[in-house]
């Protein structure tokens, strides 16, 4: 949806999904908007000239152009504005991945992070060689086969304020439900729990629903789902602060943290399908493990605050032994 500015006339441009022309379509009086969210996806605030004349400062914003209405559901309103805040706030809280004690990406010959995930037992053999076990992988290789054979490893991020100074977090700006999106043809979250000295793989959640795109939604809350969100103090720090906290990522006030598993589709486990249809082949160059050659096939894992709409991209990287 999009506002269009048209010769002084405001014009709302709309783009239903296939469940609201669906109802729109039913002419019965049911098809009731009742929620909407506000975005500034198009606005680049670094063009705000502090150097020029009050009124000319933003004038480089107010000539931006509006996006019109997405057809595409994945590029609308990513970056959400929010309402009812305090209005004398300095700083807003980030989601920031956690890497510290093993929960770290796999850093790519290229530099980039991204999480690996083996997506069967051939793969994690591959990847191991014989006479070891999951656990055994380095960090940043999950194992989508049987997540639960494998401690210490999860996609874990902090909800918090990045900024030592401020040591209380609002209670209006704490995260207690996130919504999770992905591909649903390639896998599908796991929580964790603390089991002695690691974790283990626990429940599924299921999708609220799956769009036409096979991108599966998931809606996550600290009081239903505290196997995925969680606020325990054990996560703060008890010493004083510093620069590069141990215990969290975000380096000032923590307002909770979301950490899951990845578990590989069938369609992954079973077929060659989709790693021939949407990814590539590695042969040499990027060996993982005892691993050289194998399918890849890269995505992204979509995290988003409910109560701050704030929104974080994980890369993943599905990986297939050749056999």
Known sequence: MAFLDNSGDIILDAVLTDTGRKRLAQGDGTFNIV????????????????????????????????????????????????????????????????????FAPYTLSSGAKTFIIAVDNTTVQKILG????????????LDGNDPSQQAGRAIVLDQGIDNAEVLVMPTD???????IRCDNRLGNPLSIRATGGGTSAASSPSPAFVDDDNIATYILTE????????????????TPLTPTPALKAVRGAFGSRIQFKINASTNLRSSTELFKKLGSKKTSGENLG?????????????????T???SRDVTVRYVKAIV
């Open 308 to 310: 701050t709409g704030y």
């Open 173 to 179: 700006l704490r995260e207690t439900q996130y919504i």
């Open 35 to 102: 929620k909407f969210a506000l975005g500034d996806d198009e606005i680049n605030y670094e063009l705000f000239d502090k150097n020029q004349t009050s009124a000319y400062q933003a004038l480089s914003i107010f000539r931006t152009p509006i996006l019109e209405a997405f057809a595409n559901n994945q590029g609308s309103v990513k970056y959400k504005l929010i309402s009812g805040l305090n209005q004398h706030l300095l700083w807003l809280p980030v989601i920031n991945l956690y890497s510290g004690g093993g």
């Open 223 to 238: 009081s239903t789902d505290n196997s995925f969100v969680s606020a325990n103090a054990g996560f703060l720090q008890a």
């Open 290 to 306: 005892r691993m050289q050659t194998y399918y890849y096939l890269d995505s992204i894992i979509n995290i988003r605050g409910e």
């Open 130 to 141: 014989t006479g070891t076990t999951a656990g055994s992988m380095a960090e940043g290789i």
